[in-house]
């Protein structure tokens, strides 16, 4: 008999909303089966659209894969940000959408703080 498949759980703290998907789904997979807050346009690394926040469980997202690291660093995004399109979940995680014009896209530039 074989075991259950564990469920990865997705949380939004900031709006409360908690879905459960299997491992290895896209968090714009997750996004259009859950209703889940993240807007999203073109699925390739290319908009930054789809950005989140994480709040918790980096190391169970896929690592950033080049396109995905190149845009980011492009829009000097902070570190614990990353494109939604492109992450794979293998744990669970706590997330925030960051939209296209939030003051946290921006790490601070050099004397600022
Ligand atoms: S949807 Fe455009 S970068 Fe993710």
């Known amino acids: 008999m074989s075991e259950p ?15 459960e998907v299997d491992h290895d789904d896209t968090l714009v997979d997750a996004t259009f089966r859950y209703d889940l807050p993240i807007r999203y346009r073109c699925e390739r690394a290319v908009c930054t659209t789809c950005m989140v926040e994480v709040l918790e469980g980096m190391e169970n997202l896929s690592p950033p894969e080049e396109r995905e690291a190149q845009t980011l660093k492009t829009i ?6 990353r494109l939604a399109c492109q992450c794979s979940v293998y744990g669970d995680v706590k997330l925030d959408y960051v939209p296209i014009t939030d003051p946290r896209r921006k790490r601070p530039e050099e004397g600022e703080v």
């Open 5 to 19: 498949v564990k469920k990865i759980k997705i949380e939004f703290p900031k709006t409360g909303q908690v879905c």
């Open 76 to 81: 000097k995004a902070p570190s614990h940000c």
